[in-house]
């Protein structure tokens, strides 16, 4: 009788295991990922082709790690996609109009000065914020302009370099001689030369001899002659913010002439890249300057988290982690950040540009950078960080090697409008 009792009572058991999972409720997939695709300008076959591998790995990296780290909780998925616009503003002007039809983007994350050009005026009326991993142009320093940069003005980051350098560096008892080489064709690349020109006359007057500038080809073959009247003027240094093949061919020029002169240069003129092409013992007391950590600090957040855990596959973890790649991942990291804080705010389903836009006036923590940039946090009067928040970086080359000038940020100091 035991036995029989137990045998009905392990056949409903067994009934019970093949009945009950069938009939209960099946687990809830996953939520499908809504994909924004965010556009970037790119330059494969004009004056920047050659520092577009590091634009493009740090780019993949930042996005790949957004995505993994943030964008899954959300139920976001951020695709980069990217145009070649030669740094060419009519090239620019020509893709956004199908671009912003296509997908309605958060946001555009353009190259250089050509983007603002072709873009200022259309990205506030389409309500798509225009954020730029340059410095900023004189131009745009103005209150609500959609554009969103995380540094100030080039003559800013040059400024910061000189106030240091005459605090730091500068012995002699007469003022420091300071040139520029320049083209006259890019409106940014004029208007460096005049926001650098008035704070050295007016900022630094008597500290600093302005002697002019050099206005060369875009891609020169030779500047010597162009460079001769400031050698004999004596020029201490000369400040090219605009390409390498300025910094190559004013160095050159120098050989010729048998003198060395430094160069002071714009991040996307880095020591690393420009050694590729010159060398570092032709490039003695160069120095670069902006308002982003060194490519030389591997100890920030942005390196150790983002860098070695999503670099794309290829990508040399210490030759590709170049200045450029730095400013670049750090225009990368802002728009991801805004649309953070965007959808936290509005949620996904009421994303847009205006509401991306929005979120750089929300409140900032230092850690949002990842040690990429001294602070970060905006006002409608200015397309970069306000003024407190500003601070360069800068490595040089002594002995033949490349090291940092300055381990932590140096004060920029306030300069004139232009």
């Known amino acids: 009788m035991k036995i029989a009792k137990f045998s009905y009572l392990l056949c409903a058991l067994l009934i019970a295991a093949l009945v ?10 996953p939520a499908e990922l809504r994909e924004f695709k965010i556009p970037l300008s790119g330059d494969y076959s004009g004056p920047y082709a050659d520092i577009m591998k590091y634009i493009d790995a740090g780019n993949k990296a930042v996005f790949a790690w957004w995505n993994e780290e943030y964008g899954k909780k959300l139920g976001i ?44 005026e259309k990205v506030p009326y389409d309500k798509i914020p225009l954020v730029m991993s340059t410095g900023t142009y004189g131009y745009d ?28 560096k500068w012995k002699e008892s007469r003022p420091m001689r300071i040139a520029a080489v320049s083209n006259d064709k890019p409106a940014a690349y004029v208007d460096g030369e005049k926001g650098a020109k008035k704070f050295l006359t007016e900022v630094y007057a008597g500290k600093v001899e302005y002697l002019g500038c050099a206005w060369v080809d875009l891609v020169p073959v030779d500047v010597t002659d162009a460079i001769r009247p400031f ?17 190559v061919a004013t160095t050159k020029a120098c050989d010729a002439l048998g003198i060395h002169v430094p160069v002071i240069t714009s991040t996307h003129n880095d020591m690393t890249t420009v050694a ?48 450029t790649t730095v400013q670049f991942s750090l225009s990368s990291l802002i728009v ?50 306000k003024e407190e928040l500003l601070g360069v970086m800068m490595s040089t080359v002594k002995d033949g090697k490349h090291v940092l000038a300055v381990d932590k940020f140096q004060p920029t100091p306030k300069i004139p409008k232009w």
């Not at 090239?91 to 039809?101: K, L, M």
């Not at 209150?143 to 005459?166: K, M």
């Not at 050698?231 to 910094?247: A, R, S």
């Open 77 to 120: 998925k951020l695709t980069a996609k990217v145009y070649d616009t030669r740094y060419d503003p009519a090239v620019v002007a020509s893709i956004y109009p199908g671009a912003v039809a296509e997908f309605r983007p958060l946001a555009w994350l353009g190259l250089g000065g050509p983007c603002v050009a072709a873009l200022k």
């Open 336 to 385: 991801c950040r805004a649309i953070e804080k965007a959808a936290a705010r509005v949620g996904v389903e009421n994303l847009s540009g205006e509401a991306v836009y929005e979120s750089f006036f929300e409140s900032w923590k230092k850690e949002d950078a990842m040690g990429l940039s001294p602070g970060l946090g905006w006002t409608k009067d200015a397309p970069f960080p």
């Open 141 to 168: 320093w103005k209150a609500i302009n959609w554009i969103i940069q995380p540094r100030p003005t080039y003559p800013h980051e040059f400024a910061g370099w000189v106030d240091w350098a005459l605090k730091n």
């Open 231 to 247: 050698v004999q003027k004596g020029v201490d240094y000369f400040w090219i913010m605009t390409n390498i093949p300025h910094v």
């Open 20 to 29: 009950i999972p069938a009939c209960a409720p099946k687990a809830k997939p």
């Open 276 to 323: 590729k092409v010159l060398g570092l013992e032709k490039m003695e007391s160069f120095y670069d300057t902006g308002n982003v950590a060194s490519a030389l600090h591997h100890e920030i957040p942005a390196y150790k988290e983002i860098w070695l855990k999503y670099l794309p596959a290829g990508v040399d973890p210490v030759k590709d982690w170049t200045l």
